[in-house]
């Protein structure tokens, strides 16, 4: 899997870099998982978590410059403050992504990993480093719920 993280953290920068070798482990630990099938719990937005087999894993932004954000890091445990579904809403895999320029936009181009649903395609969660004519590189974090089913 490659590696987009720049492993600094608004929540923490590391200027004597202490968490390097703590923060590369977990993106070995993460890294393991791609192509693995594995239960989806949701996300949360505004703290940029998301829970897969009972593990809650939290996307760090880095500031960059001030101005600029890209993906920073990743950490993960058990516990967290955000309310995540008690039932998995869907078995998904780990993906990497790159380099799509949505069609009629801007010239764009972005990294970073996709949760994708194994049954049907859907991109349940994005995150990672947008970056705009190659000038603003910005740090996204997506959660795109399915639409709800109807049963009549």
């Keep these: ?3 987009y993280f720049s492993y600094q953290a608004s929540e923490d920068y590391d200027k004597e870099h202490r968490h390097e070798v703590y923060r ?6 993460f ?9 989806y719990f949701g996300a949360d937005d505004a703290t940029h978590e998301f829970k897969v087999d009972g593990i809650v894993f939290k996307v760090l932004e880095d500031p960059n410059d001030g101005y600029r954000s890209c ?10 403050d955000s309310i995540f579904f008690r039932r998995s809403l869907a078995r998904v895999r780990i993906e ?6 949505p069609e009629g936009s ?3 181009s972005d990294q970073g990993y996709q949760l994708v649903d194994v049954q049907d395609g859907h991109v349940w969660l994005e995150f990672g480093t947008d970056n705009t004519d190659d000038y603003y590189p910005y740090f996204v974090f997506r959660h795109t719920p399915k639409e709800p089913t109807i049963e009549v």
Excluded: P
């Excluded at 590369?24 to 630990?29: A, D, L, N, R």
């Excluded at 890294?31 to 239960?39: I, N, V």
């Design 1 to 3: 899997m490659k590696d």
């Design 24 to 29: 590369k482990q977990v993106f070995t630990h």
């Design 31 to 39: 890294a393991a998982l791609e192509g693995m099938t594995l239960e």
């Design 71 to 80: 993906l920073g890091v990743i950490e993960y445990g058990e516990q967290s």
């Design 96 to 101: 990497t992504y790159e380099d799509r320029t």
């Design 106 to 108: 801007w010239s764009r």
